[in-house]
């Protein structure tokens, strides 16, 4: 049998996952494996042949076919997948911010060298989501996303939710357990899910979307009182990655905390796992979830997509024509000042006659109107806690009517799912 021979740089969790799961396929020889350290220990036995320090062993090397590059972050994984594909290997990625910043580029290159790009581990995991919408979605208008993309976030906030406790507190446990980095901003501030968001989306809609213009806000200023309150309006807070196409190609794409219903699916979506909810013509909603990270999850998105090359390679002269990406069209950013949302606001205010009035009165003049409104008595220290829901509005004009609750602490904003 003519073996698919494949070389992989970054022998981490994900890995090491590969690895162990292309032993059970005859028809793949993985022929080299890059790594940073030749001498750490590893939960994996690879032979030390098989083992080099310098990636351009595997880039360079004329006898493989295909380079799974498994390290994430933009270089030097651009230098190491460029010089591949000008040597003509297909390439497999798990590198979402690679894609999410330089995916043009770098798709447009493999073009050129008419080789296929597969990143199926890149977004959600081991959730099957960019073969699905590539291939059998394909005859779907996709033109509103919802997902939630990072496993962290989603692990954090259950616990806040669950458990009462603080965004601190729950951190601190998570980082103790490993499920959370010792440095968590590319996951807690929303970087993560916006890498993922940016490729989804240009797949999705099959219109350009920049990192640049993505909105972005992080979890770590919910509390865990807003976790209470939305609870008792009938709402989970989730980290959402959002993204929604009009028929003018403008499109709003954005990752940050909501108050979503718990009528909904994605509520009901804990711990680490990820999900996505596509809307579109003619399929409507369709939602799939599962594990969005681990060892194991994301070999079996790096490993299909290997055995997809594998399939053809040798068969045809331009392989896997479907999940090629080459859109010539840009979408045109909408700015999240001019987007319309429903709010949820938490207010601390003076004890005052004529507060709820005040706020009532700001908010009109805005042309806000509200949903709901809900004072729960006075504090000990003559202040009151005041929760605001509003109607759909802008958001210019919301930031706006804040601005003018100088008298009050607004102490959360949060946006409200539809
Ligand atoms: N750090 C990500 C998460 C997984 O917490 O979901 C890899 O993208």
Same mark, same amino acid.
């Given at each position: ?7 992989? @740089? ?39 042949? &098989? ?12 006898? @493989? ?6 390290? !994430?972050?933009?270089? *030097? ?16 990625t798990a590198n979402k911010e690679l894609l999410a910043k330089?995916g043009e580029? @770098?798709f447009? $290159? ?7 790009i597969l990143y199926e581990a890149a977004i959600a995991g081991g959730i099957p989501i960019i073969m699905p919408v590539k291939t059998i979605l394909a005859?779907n208008k996709i033109n509103k996303i919802h997902a939630i993309l990072n496993g ?38 929303g970087f993560d899910a916006a890498y993922k968001i940016t490729t989804l989306a240009t797949i999705a809609f099959k219109k350009k979307i920049k990192f640049?213009n993505v909105y972005r ?9 807003? &976790? ?5 309006? !009938?709402?989970?807070?989730?980290l959402i990655a959002t993204a929604s196409i ?5 499109a709003d794409v954005r990752v ?10 994605l509520?009901?979506i804990?711990?680490?796992?990820n999900a996505v909810e596509l809307n579109g013509? *003619?399929i409507?909603k369709v939602v799939l979830s599962g594990?969005g990270a681990?060892?194991?999850?994301t070999?079996?998105s790096?490993?299909?997509d ?17 999940m090629?990406c080459?859109h010539?069209?840009?979408a045109?950013p ?63 004009? $919301? ?20």
């Amino acid at each position: 049998m003519n073996k698919l021979k494949i070389g992989i @740089i970054g022998l981490g969790t994900v890995g090491s996952g590969v690895y162990k799961t292309l032993k059970n396929f005859d028809n793949v020889e993985i022929i080299k494996i890059a790594v940073k350290n030749l001498n750490k220990k590893r939960s994996v036995e690879v032979p030390s042949s &098989m083992l080099t320090d310098n990636p351009y062993e595997i880039v360079n090397d004329p006898s @493989i076919d295909v380079v799974v590059e498994l390290i !994430g972050g933009v270089e *030097p994984a651009y230098s190491y997948l460029e010089t591949a594909i000008k040597n003509g290997k297909h390439i497999v990625t798990a590198n979402k911010e690679l894609l999410a910043k330089r995916g043009e580029e @770098i798709f447009n $290159l493999a073009e050129k060298y008419n080789r296929v790009i597969l990143y199926e581990a890149a977004i959600a995991g081991g959730i099957p989501i960019i073969m699905p919408v590539k291939t059998i979605l394909a005859g779907n208008k996709i033109n509103k996303i919802h997902a939630i993309l990072n496993g962290t976030t989603n692990y954090i906030l259950t616990k806040m939710d669950t458990e009462g406790a603080s965004y601190e507190a729950v951190l601190k446990e998570a980082q103790e357990l490993g499920y959370a980095e010792t440095d968590p901003t590319g996951d807690v501030e929303g970087f993560d899910a916006a890498y993922k968001i940016t490729t989804l989306a240009t797949i999705a809609f099959k219109k350009k979307i920049k990192f640049e213009n993505v909105y972005r806000e992080g979890i770590t200023k919910i509390r865990k009182e807003d &976790m209470k309150e939305a609870n008792e309006f !009938g709402y989970k807070i989730k980290l959402i990655a959002t993204a929604s196409i009009d028929e003018n190609d403008n499109a709003d794409v954005r990752v940050h905390p909501m108050l979503i219903s718990k009528d909904t699916t994605l509520a009901h979506i804990d711990y680490v796992t990820n999900a996505v909810e596509l809307n579109g013509f *003619p399929i409507g909603k369709v939602v799939l979830s599962g594990p969005g990270a681990g060892e194991f999850p994301t070999a079996s998105s790096v490993v299909g997509d290997i055995l997809a090359i594998a399939a053809e390679f040798g068969k045809s002269d331009y392989i896997l024509p479907m999940m090629r990406c080459n859109h010539s069209t840009k979408a045109n950013p909408v700015k999240i000042e001019d987007t319309y949302n429903k709010y949820y606001i938490s207010i601390t205010a003076p004890n005052a006659i004529g507060i709820i009035a005040k706020i009532g009165t700001i908010c009109a003049n805005k042309n806000i109107s509200l949903s709901s409104i809900l004072q729960r008595g006075v504090s000990k220290d003559n202040t009151a806690d005041i929760i605001v829901i509003t109607e759909k509005c802008q958001e210019k004009l $919301l930031r706006e009517a804040v601005e003018e609750l100088k008298d009050c602490t607004v102490n959360s904003i949060i946006r409200v799912a539809d």
